[in-house]
């Protein structure tokens, strides 16, 4: 049978489903069935659209042909699930309704594991981790309309992080939405996306399914990785098309992320300036950990003995106790340097921009990254090597002599003496915050520390405001990769979705330290964490606030950055644990009872309203007109 010809087969409708073999493979089963109306496909489908073979009567099935026997029909939805398998997608995450539930459905059937979540948010959170962690496009799967907004805010976060994502999502009907005819969930989503996406694609033919995935999967991971979004209006698929020339139209990306290896001219200029340095320094950001390059990067560190700066979730690249570490004296690091290396690191707003007086105004620059375009963003770039950060640290090791990099004894003895005292000057707050009361986040975070040094595969997802900044420089991180946070954007509503994703992803225990306000963006997933029953323990540093939560009110209302909750319920109510700590001991207690449960649990830490300052560490971002309070 022709393509063509599959409109006209209605009534008849094929399905398939796949079943399990007992050494884990799947097969696939072809089943015709005809059925009376369309109407009669699937109660629970878009009508005329998808079927379901859990819908139809035993009694109808007629015919069982072989897949790609002459006359075997396919239809949309098969086909997203076969190129998304012979693409080695294995996890999906997404929320269903119209008119993707089948998919869902048919995708769990095939052996992709499904992870369903309550907000689509959360399932792109989940599905950017996943990129993060396995340079893979996680896959996100979401509904016409609001369902694919929601998820948009993950695509774009992922985007702005450069983590590789796909977003597949159903449309509505395109002769309804285009004339604005007041389609249900209508909305041109494609020309949404685009403006917040790495790219963004419509298929429009069931036949160009496997080359709209393929497409969608090249983009996302090849170089900077990104977000993309893929748009299937709901005709596509259900569009029912021959199955031998479908299986044809489908194919399995080759080398998704080519290497890109730099110019041998700039390798050597760099290896120039680090040589005739006076105070080296190297920065290493997510790019770096994304890059999984870890023992090239080490070895050039540590042949090289410059010292080092992690980005957040840079850190465990090396330990955070290396010796290399500038970490303690980050400040005196960025002011004095005179050659930087940014490895995977962009000179944003985060690292100042590389502005002076933050900076050296004196710096020379070199960069490594993918992205050419990178470069000059900020500042002027001495040695652009654009290049995977695998490849350029391997030219960078096998082009530079052996001691022609090497550290002065000045600069690593500065570095040292401002460390020194800025830890001796941490000490009594940290000492002091042990035995507050009520409890300081200092005095959980560090019961927290103690717990995760002792545990160092579990990994850390950290969101908030003083939540963020206190857990980042409390928290030492000896694995790389182990910790997700808030990002390049600073957003908050990533923590129940980036734990979820590093759960399914590694089947590790995850910690997620998380604001009480940050917390509550993502704050429903508890129930798909207790659904799935994963190792997730997440603990709250709950100051009752946005910021902090001791603002007084000029009205009956409560302040606008007054909040108040005992979330240790809201996860009873799913079937985990829940505590309520009120001292380190009790955290502490608590967080290894919880992670030894392997089970899902929350720790709410009730910490004093008045600890924490508005915005954390980022204060001075906000505008200051004459309400200022600050
Ligand atoms: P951080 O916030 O930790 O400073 P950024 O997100 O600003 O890190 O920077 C990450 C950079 O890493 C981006 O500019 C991106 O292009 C780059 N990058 C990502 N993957 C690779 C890779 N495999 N090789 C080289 N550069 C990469
Ligand atoms: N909405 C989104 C999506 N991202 C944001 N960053 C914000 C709002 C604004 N915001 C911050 O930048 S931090 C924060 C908000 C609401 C929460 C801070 O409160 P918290 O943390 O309870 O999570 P701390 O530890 O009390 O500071």
Sequence with gaps: MRAADATSLWPV?????????????????????????????????????????????????????????????????????????????????????????????????????????????????????????????????????????????????????????????????????????????????????????????????????????????????????????????????????????????????????????????????????????????????????????????????????????????????????????????????????????????????LLGHGDAPQWNPDAKFIQVDIAAAEMDSNQPIAAPLVGDIGSVMEALLERAKPGQITVQTEWREELTAKSDSNVAKMAGRLEAALTAHPMKFLGALQAIRDVLHDNPQVYVVNEGANALDLARNTIGMQVPRHRLDSGTWGVMGIGMGYAIAAAVETGDPVVAIEGDSAFGFSGMELEAVCRYNLPIVTVILNNSGVYRGDDASTTSDPAPTALRARHEYMIKAFGGKGYQATTPAEVGAALREALASGRPALIDCVIDPSDGTESGNIAHLNPKGITAKH
């Design 13 to 349: 409708v094929i399905t398939a489903v796949y079943q399990a073999i007992a050494d884990k493979s799947w097969t696939r089963v072809v089943t015709t069935r005809k059925v009376n109306s369309n109407k009669g496909i699937s109660a629970n489908s878009q009508e005329g659209h998808t079927m379901t073979i859990a819908s139809l009567p035993d009694t109808e099935v007629e015919h069982t042909p072989e897949p790609h026997e002459p006359g075997a029909l396919t239809d949309g939805i098969h086909l997203v699930v076969d190129a998304l398998k012979l693409n080695d997608v294995d996890t999906i995450y997404g929320v269903v309704g119209i008119p993707i539930t089948d998919l869902a459905r048919l995708a769990q059937a095939s052996g992709i594991r499904y992870i369903g979540f309550r907000h689509e948010s959360d399932a792109g959170h989940a599905a950017a981790a996943a990129g993060f962690l396995t340079q893979k496009p996680g896959i996100c799967l979401t509904v016409s309309a609001p369902g694919f907004l929601n998820g948009l805010v993950a695509l774009a976060n992922a985007t702005t992080n450069c983590f590789p994502m796909v977003q597949i999502s159903g449309s509505s009907e395109r002769h309804l939405v285009d004339l604005q005819r007041g389609d249900y969930e209508e909305m041109d989503q494609l020309a949404a996306a685009r403006l917040f996406a790495k790219a963004a694609y419509r298929v429009s033919r069931a036949e160009d399914i496997g080359r709209g995935i393929a497409r969608a999967i090249r983009t996302a991971v090849s170089g900077r990785p990104g977000g993309v979004y893929l748009d299937i209006p709901a005709a596509v698929l259900g569009e029912v098309i021959d199955a031998e020339k479908a299986a044809a139209t489908l194919w399995r990306v080759v080398n998704p992320a080519p290497r890109q290896l730099p110019e041998t001219e700039m390798v050597d200029s760099a290896i120039d300036l680090l040589a005739n340095a006076k105070r080296p320094l190297i920065v290493l950001g997510k790019g770096a950990a994304y890059a999984q390059a870890d023992e090239q990067i080490r070895e050039f560190v540590e042949t090289t003995g410059v010292p080092y700066l992690p980005m957040s979730m840079a850190k465990g690249l090396l330990p955070d106790d290396h010796p290399q570490s500038a970490a303690t004296a980050r400040s005196l690091a960025l002011k004095r340097a005179d050659v930087v290396m940014l490895v995977g690191a962009r000179l944003n707003w």
